[in-house]
């Protein structure tokens, strides 16, 4: 069994192996700097989900696209405003459109991807996701959303590592 201390690692060299580019750009390092939920930013909110959505990935033993999976989870939130100002109740029903843009905007995103974005919020959202993918995305942005509205971002560790 390998310990947990490797899997982290595994998985935060596959974050920032897939998506070096997204984590090394302007805008998405500006996201440092709003609040998703709790003390969490969104750049720390991205960058948990996504490691928990290579884990799930990992863990279920399926067949993913990681290169798909890491830039559609690291983009998911790429709405870069302070949301708790600007768009207030509304935010969960709109944002997945307003990071859809963004990232199509700044970034060349496959259809995958595209779903993912566009989908995360789902069942809030009532078109359900496409790909496995998106459904994985689903999962871990609320997990990830409970733990840091109560706590601290899940792989907090890998989070201040891919942030460097």
């Not at 863990?59 to 290169?67: A, C, E, I, S, V």
């Not at 997945?96 to 496959?110: E, G, R």
């Not at 496409?130 to 792989?155: G, N, Q």
Request: net charge positive.
């Amino acid at each position: 069994m390998r310990k947990k201390a490797e899997r982290i690692k595994e998985i935060q060299d596959t974050v920032g192996y897939y998506g070096a580019d997204i984590l090394s750009s302007k805008k998405f390092r500006e996201s440092d700097k709003n609040i998703q939920h709790g003390k969490a930013s969104v750049m720390d909110h991205s960058i948990s989900v996504t490691c928990l959505c290579v884990r799930l990935a990992k863990f279920t033993h399926l067949n993913y696209d990681y290169f798909t999976l890491v830039r559609g989870a690291l983009l998911h939130d790429y709405f870069n405003y302070d949301w708790h100002h600007h768009d207030g109740r509304l935010h969960g029903y709109r944002h997945a459109s307003t990071a859809l843009k963004n990232a199509a905007d700044d970034f060349s995103i496959n259809p995958r991807e595209a779903n993912m974005i566009a989908r995360h919020m789902f069942p809030l959202n009532i078109r359900p996701p496409r790909y496995r993918e998106a459904v994985i995305l689903c999962i871990a942005d609320k997990v990830c959303a409970v733990k840091e509205t109560f706590s601290k971002p899940l792989y907090h560790k890998a989070v201040k590592e891919l942030k460097k």
